[in-house]
């Protein structure tokens, strides 16, 4: 799956600014590195799932980033629900309803870990 993030991140990125016209004014600086960044942060999730110290970090300093910038709650619910789009719409018959459900509960924990994250900023 992962040679084909870019693609992924694009559709995504795209149907997270039609989800929230207004998230626009969260990207300053170069919102093609922006796809790729959140793309980047999401494989690290992936990867540090078996390594709960690792994973808490990452979600740490993520929640704490995107506080600084003004991330509210209502980005991260687009950004989950153009997420799973994306995966659907690049994945196809692959993204399983199993495989749907493991990105759901990946997202929705690292959402609500990011949120608790950026309160205690």
Do not use: N
């Amino acid at each position: 799956m992962w040679p084909i993030r870019r693609d992924i991140a694009d559709l995504c990125y795209i149907r997270f600014l039609e989800l929230d016209p207004d998230a626009r004014e969260l990207f300053a600086g170069d919102i093609e590195w922006q796809r790729m960044k959140v793309l980047d942060m999401i494989t690290a999730l992936v990867a540090s799932l078996d390594e709960r110290s690792m994973f808490q970090s990452l979600i740490m300093l993520s929640g704490h980033k995107h506080a600084s910038l003004g991330v509210q709650t209502l980005h991260y619910v687009a950004m989950g629900e153009a997420l799973m789009w994306s995966l659907d719409r690049k994945l196809g018959t692959s993204f399983t309803p199993e495989l749907r459900e493991s990105w759901r509960t990946l997202y929705a924990r690292a959402q609500t870990e990011m949120l608790r994250s950026a309160a205690k900023t």
